[in-house]
């Protein structure tokens, strides 16, 4: 895993030098966003936000190339991540001039304000003498001439679009009042070949798809991953020699594990919250069950016993529920039961069947596949108030981003068989593509990074 990332304190972000010897706006904004939910299915309002280049002291050269070249990327990777959630219309480095390292803590707002900007981020990139780069980030209110936030972050080199996506969450979270999203993780199987051969290979990155990387070389088919909460390993189900088994990968170490080594077909893997059990299905004498294992291992505890198909799981953000889906009732409905698989009951009765749920990381909404025309839908953990998100060919697999607002997905094109993630806001809007370097399937969304 990379190496940790450092904060700093807002208060003790070290402005320029000599910004430090003028009369420093005034800190006694008030805190709070603009107020929203993602409930609200009213058009948020569009925010002007002009993000220029961070600037430096001075243009040295740093692992990660120019210090004065970074400083525009950083500004690059801010503004694409303020643009791609549909709540802001941000402008970034390249259309905008810059800014010397003297004005970031003195903005002249009547230039941003001509040019329509009702919010500006100003930032600055500073490398260090022992090889770090330290990254300051400030939100300014164009309007009312003053700093709303700031941040500074001590990062290695190596993991600069750390300190932009982090900087990003501070302004959207200060902007909507919302919990942050674009400095987390996703899994997902890559695939290549032919629709009859694909190879499917286990792979993760950035929010943002940077930072792409292959985990298995493909020889052995893998699907649904899901990251542990601490982002230390994998879960996933592989098909090495042959057989469907569930494995736990340790990103630190390369190395692999069985959950469980029974030699039955093992499936559909999820973590526990607290990332201290395992959720799967196992099929056992033609009958399939969900069991719950210690992410350590030990002897599974089996929570159904319906003679149906019991696939899956999604336990809720507090642990104490699960949902998942069963042909009990003759076809793939959704069910929820207590953490012990005491209290089973059906939820899904609006039509058609569902499959794949996954618990919104807020607590209060399902996403789940209709398994009937392959839409995503989300519904309320009593079953209620089901909604179509999307409307492709083939759309599945949902699964959350960290802040509960974005569901991401795969979409397989008609007739090639090939795959895509795509993402739609809670609320329907926003249907975007995210670009991977290969087709791509099955993702899985992590938390927040610490």
């Known amino acids: 895993m990379p190496r940790k990332l450092l904060y700093l304190l807002a208060v003790t972000v070290s402005a320029p030098l000599a910004a430090q010897q003028a009369t420093p706006p005034a800190s006694t904004v008030e805190q709070g966003g603009l107020t929203g939910s993602v409930s609200d299915e009213s058009e948020w309002q569009d925010l002007g936000i002009a993000i220029p280049g961070f600037a430096t002291d001075r243009d040295v050269s740093t692992p990660a190339g120019q210090s004065a070249a970074l400083g525009r990327q950083l500004g690059e990777v801010i503004t694409a991540d303020l643009r791609n959630n549909g709540l802001f219309k941000p402008t970034g480095p390249g259309s905008l001039p810059g800014i010397a390292y003297t004005d970031v803590t003195t903005p002249q707002f009547g230039i941003w304000s001509g040019?329509?900007?009702?919010?500006?981020?100003?930032g600055y990139v500073r490398a260090g003498g022992n090889g770090q780069l330290t990254v300051g980030c400030y939100l300014y209110d164009v309007a009312l001439g003053q700093e709303l936030a700031r941040q500074g972050y001590v990062v290695?080199?190596?993991?600069?679009?750390r300190a932009?996506?982090?900087c990003a969450d501070m302004v959207y979270s200060r902007l909507s009042g919302e919990n942050p999203f674009f400095d987390s993780k996703?899994?997902?199987?890559?695939?290549?070949?032919?629709?009859?051969?694909?190879?499917?290979?286990?792979a993760i990155m950035d929010s943002d798809g940077a930072n792409?990387?292959?985990i298995t070389n493909g020889q052995a088919t893998a699907l649904t991953p899901r990251y542990s909460p601490d982002y230390k390993s994998i879960v996933y189900l592989s098909y090495v020699q042959g057989n469907p088994r569930i494995y736990v990968y340790d990103i630190g170490s390369g190395q692999q594990r069985l959950v469980t080594q029974s030699r039955n077909p093992t499936f559909a893997p999820r973590w526990s919250p607290d990332g201290r059990s395992i959720l799967y299905s196992m099929a056992v004498g033609g009958n399939t069950d969900i069991y719950r294992v210690s992410a350590g291992g030990g002897e599974p505890r089996r929570l159904t016993s319906d003679p149906g198909i019991d696939v899956g799981g999604s336990y809720s953000p507090d642990g104490t529920k699960i949902v998942f889906e069963s042909d009990r009732s003759?076809?793939?409905?959704?069910?929820?039961?207590?953490?012990?698989?005491s209290n089973q009951r059906r939820i899904s009765f609006a039509g058609g069947r569902c499959a794949t749920p996954e618990w919104s990381p807020r607590g209060d909404q399902i996403a789940f596949t209709n398994a009937s025309n392959f839409h995503v839908s989300v519904m309320s953990p009593s079953g209620g108030s089901v909604r179509e998100?999307?409307?492709?060919?083939?759309?599945?697999?949902?699964?959350?981003?960290?802040?509960g607002r974005?569901?991401?997905f795969f979409r397989t094109e008609r007739g090639s068989g090939k795959a895509g993630l795509w993402q739609v806001d809670l609320t329907g809007r926003n249907l975007r593509r995210l670009q991977t370097p290969v087709d791509a399937s099955d993702p899985a969304w992590g938390p927040v990074l610490p």
Not at 115 to 122: K, N, Q, S, T, Y
Not at 156 to 161: A, C, G, L, T
Not at 389 to 397: I, K, N, P, Y
Request: a positive charge; glycine letters at 8%; one cysteine or more.
């Open 389 to 403: 998100l999307t409307s492709g060919w083939q759309d599945e697999a949902p699964t959350w981003s960290p802040n």
């Open 186 to 202: 996703i899994a997902y199987i890559a695939e290549t070949g032919p629709k009859n051969r694909r190879v499917k290979r286990l």
């Open 406 to 408: 974005i569901i991401q």
């Open 115 to 122: 040019r329509g900007a009702d919010m500006l981020v100003h």
């Open 164 to 166: 932009a996506h982090k």
């Open 212 to 214: 792409h990387r292959f």
């Open 156 to 161: 290695d080199p190596s993991e600069w679009r």
């Open 330 to 341: 003759g076809a793939q409905q959704c069910y929820v039961m207590d953490a012990d698989g």
